[in-house]
């Protein structure tokens, strides 16, 4: 069954704490989840939580958040990030780093964390090496889900989200029981602002150019785990829990840089 959760200091940040304080795992689980957009990174995080306990925690979440506040309430960074978001464009450095480093008392967590779209350039991975360091926590390993680009604009043009809940679908391969309805609390599900062709479009320009570099950053500290995602959510899942126990097991060494 899936754990509780509650993102409210990852969410609102500063002083917010969480209502359900996650268990202290044996082993808590601290990853990176790296990806191209849609390739299936809250998916995975997700089933990931309900296995590992560990807390799904996402800077796409955290700048959705701004267009939930009203124009009054929105900094004048809460509105370029916003802008960058809806273009496509990924939200600069400074803005994100001043974003996460509020919350570290999710990276500190006794139940271990999920990072879903952060990092997402190499200045914010050597950011994020720093604010670790000073928690004293490491990453046990960074999980890079590859997919062919035709695939990605199918998973993106067919995603719905409940504006409510927040549960994703897909119109083909995660249908809701009745078409566009969430079967959990019966909301019109959406389609998200950047899902749109334009947007995808620089988003996936941005990934090639900022994000996929970090595969190699990644790879030469020996945390890289590059799994396939192009098989169903579950048999994803699984070959991720299978490649983070045979790290753990010392099993799993770092596959050689491509030329
Ligand atoms: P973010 O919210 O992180 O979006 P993203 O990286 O573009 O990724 P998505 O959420 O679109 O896809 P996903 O990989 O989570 O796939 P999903 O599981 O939903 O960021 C949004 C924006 O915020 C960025 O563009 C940027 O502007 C800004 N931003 C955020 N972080 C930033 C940062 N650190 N720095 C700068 N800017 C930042 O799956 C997609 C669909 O496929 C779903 O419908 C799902 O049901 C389906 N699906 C999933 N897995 C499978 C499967 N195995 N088989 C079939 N269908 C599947
Ligand atoms: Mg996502």
Redesign the pocket.
């Known amino acids: 069954m899936q754990g509780k959760t509650d993102r409210a200091a990852w969410l609102k940040g500063g002083d917010a704490r969480c209502n359900v304080e996650p268990k202290k795992q044996s082993h808590p689980y601290r990853l990176v989840l790296l ?10 995080a997700e089933l990931l939580h309900a296995r590992l306990n560990a807390c799904q925690l ?4 955290i ?2 958040g701004i267009k939930a506040l009203a124009e009054c309430e929105r900094t004048p960074a809460a509105k370029q990030a916003l802008d ?2 809806l273009r ?4 600069p ?1 400074e803005i ?1 780093l001043s974003l996460v480093a509020e919350r570290t008392r999710c990276l500190r967590c006794g139940g271990g964390f999920l990072l ?6 190499v200045a ?1 991975a050597e950011a994020l090496d720093q604010l670790l360091a000073k928690q004293t926590v490491k990453l046990d390993a960074v999980v890079g ?1 590859d997919l062919p680009t035709e695939q990605i604009i199918q ?2 043009s ?3 989200i409940c504006p409510k809940c927040k549960k ?3 119109v083909q ?2 249908p809701p029981k009745v078409a566009g309805v969430c079967d959990h609390c019966g909301t019109a599900l959406q389609q ?1 602002d ?2 749109r062709p334009e947007a995808i479009r620089v ?1 996936l320009e ?1 990934y090639e150019k900022n994000t996929a570099p970090l595969a190699e950053y990644y790879r030469s500290k020996g945390l890289l785990l590059s799994i396939p ?1 192009t ?3 579950e048999k ?1 899942l699984e070959r991720t829990l299978q490649a983070l126990q045979a790290k753990q097991n010392g099993g799993a060494k770092p596959p050689p840089a491509k030329r």
């Open positions: 990806g191209a957009p849609g390739v299936g990174k809250g998916t995975q996402s800077t796409g979440d700048f959705r960058c978001m496509g464009d990924l939200v450095d994100v879903d779209g952060f990092p997402r350039t914010q889900y998973r993106l067919g995603r719905r994703g679908y897909h391969s995660l998200r950047d899902d988003r941005a995602a098989e169903t959510p994803t």
